[in-house]
Each structure stands twice: as structure tokens, then as C-alpha cells.
Nanobody
Framework: VQLQASGGGLVQAGGSLRLSCAVS????????MAWFRQGSGKEREFVAA????????NYADSVKGRFTVSRDKDKGMVYLQMTSLKHDDTAVYYC??????????????????WGQGTLVTVSS
């Protein structure tokens, strides 16, 4: 499985960006798909995830109401729509896949596959 994240860039505080993650190599209908981020000098943290079976979602408290995660299984795509961006959202964003479809884990160590990351910079 290969994950390719894109869509990062420089945006002013209050602006919006949409990140995309293209999945290839196998079908990903049974995996939980998630976004994590890692700021400079910080640990990798959970941002959002979308379930494999019923499409349920989970968000970090810091992004609730501002970010929306979605997936298009037919196209093999996962998205992260980010609005009302803050300087603290500046980070490298990674998409990830977890084979354990019965849970939505917020622990990055449980995810089996990772994309290369895309940098989001929010200017204050």
C-alpha cells in the first residue's frame, strides 16, 4: 500500500486548505484512514480519522469544528478539509492507514501504512 499526501502550503491565519491522500497498491475499503501531524520539535499527534465500515469519524479536540475528514473509497482518496486555520496548526501532515477496522485509534504507533507528509504553514 502506498499513500501519497498533497495539498499543503502557506496560508494566512483564518484561511482554509484541503489536504488529499491518494491510496494505491491495494483496495483500502477495510482500513481506518487517519491524519496525523507533527510540528517542529513536537511529537506526532492525532488529528482526525474516518472509520472503515460505517464512516464514523473522530477528531482531536484542537480541530473539532474546524477540520473535516472524509473518504472516497471508489476513488481511493482521503481528504482533510481545514478551515479557520491557526498558527498552531503549522505542521507536517501525514495520512495513515490502520488494518484494524474495528477501532479508530488515536495512537500513531498502531497505524500500518504512512504517506510521506505534506507541510502546512499558517502565518499569523
Amino acid at each position: 500500500v502506498q499513500l501519497q499526501a498533497s495539498g499543503g502550503g502557506l496560508v494566512q491565519a483564518g484561511g482554509s486548505l484541503r489536504l488529499s491522500c491518494a491510496v494505491s497498491g491495494r483496495t483500502f475499503r477495510s482500513e481506518v484512514m487517519a491524519w496525523f501531524r507533527q510540528g517542529s520539535g513536537k511529537e506526532r499527534e492525532f488529528v482526525a480519522a474516518v472509520g472503515a465500515i460505517d464512516g464514523r469519524t473522530n477528531y482531536a479536540d484542537s480541530v473539532k469544528g474546524r477540520f473535516t475528514v472524509s473518504r472516497d473509497k471508489d476513488k481511493g482518496m482521503v481528504y482533510l478539509q481545514m478551515t479557520s486555520l491557526k498558527h498552531d496548526d503549522t505542521a507536517v501532515y501525514y495520512c495513515a492507514a490502520d488494518n484494524a477496522a474495528w477501532r479508530i485509534s488515536t495512537n500513531w504507533r498502531t497505524y500500518n501504512y504512512w504517506g510521506q507528509g505534506t507541510l502546512v504553514t499558517v502565518s499569523s
